[in-house]
T-cell receptor, first 115, second 113 residues
Framework: AQTVTQSQPEMSVQEAETVTLSCTYDTSESNYYLFWYKQPPSRQMILVIRQEAYKQQNATENRFSVNFQKAAKSFSLKISDSQLGDTAMYFCAFLFSGSARQLTFGSGTQLTVLP | EAGVTQSPTHLIKTRGQQATLRCSPISGHTSVYWYQQALGLGLQFLLWYDEGEERNRGNFPPRFSGRQFPNYSSELNVNALELEDSALYLC????????????FGEGSRLTVL
């Protein structure tokens, strides 16, 4: 079974600064996908960034980038130029590329961006 | 374009009753997923439907069930409600391709008294 661990329950960052959220996972599979989702107070989960395990290049989406270390089973999220709207709960998630389509989520990191 | 819609937004039930939650996916999406987000337990996978069939279910008792209709909308039923069923139930939809983005609704908050 796959497990996803987010060791930082809460983090804060000053507006315009950079912050990194940690995520580690455990799997014996070689083909999988990793995601970061954010859940603002409105409750709607929104995809932030996605990484395919077979791609060595780290994914980037505007101010959001990941540091994917496959051997270390680490998948951290870096948010640059933090904005007040980035305040949310951030979930790391793992998906095995088999047929089950079962996303496994970490416990989440509550990020607060301070003005 | 309308996103994933869920109803009701809030639902209050008592122990032993049944709850029905509904989900309308984004137009064109054939897969619907249900997740339970209980306080302190994170998001737990409940069910996956695709093309009207149940494709996978998580580690939940049989009193959690559902179905997907021909128009791809979905219903989650929880029978014999227990206090620990109190949670936010999130529905998501996708085109069904492996590794694709899931689009989530805002959830239905179920409270069991």
């Amino acid at each position: 079974a796959q497990t996803v661990t987010q060791s930082q329950p809460e983090m804060s960052v000053q507006e315009a600064e950079t912050v990194t959220l940690s995520c580690t996972y455990d799997t014996s599979e070689s083909n999988y996908y990793l995601f970061w989702y954010k859940q603002p107070p409105s409750r709607q989960m929104i995809l932030v960034i996605r990484q395919e395990a077979y791609k060595q290049q780290n994914a980037t989406e505007n101010r959001f980038s990941v540091n994917f270390q496959k051997a270390a089973k680490s998948f951290s999220l870096k948010i640059s130029d933090s904005q007040l709207g980035d305040t949310a709960m951030y979930f790391c998630a793992f998906l095995f590329s088999g047929s089950a389509r079962q996303l496994t989520f970490g416990s989440g990191t509550q990020l607060t961006v301070l003005p | 374009e309308a996103g994933v819609t869920q109803s009701p937004t809030h639902l209050i039930k008592t122990r032993g009753q049944q709850a029905t939650l509904r989900c309308s996916p984004i137009s064109g999406h054939t897969s619907v997923y249900w997740y339970q987000q209980a306080l302190g337990l994170g998001l737990q996978f409940l069910l996956w439907y695709d093309e009207g069939e149940e494709r996978n279910r998580g580690n939940f008792p049989p009193r959690f069930s559902g179905r997907q209709f021909p128009n791809y909308s979905s219903e989650l039923n929880v029978n014999a409600l227990e206090l620990e069923d109190s949670a936010l139930y999130l529905c998501a939809s996708s085109f069904g391709q492996i590794g694709g983005e899931l689009f989530f609704g805002e959830g239905s908050r179920l409270t069991v008294l």
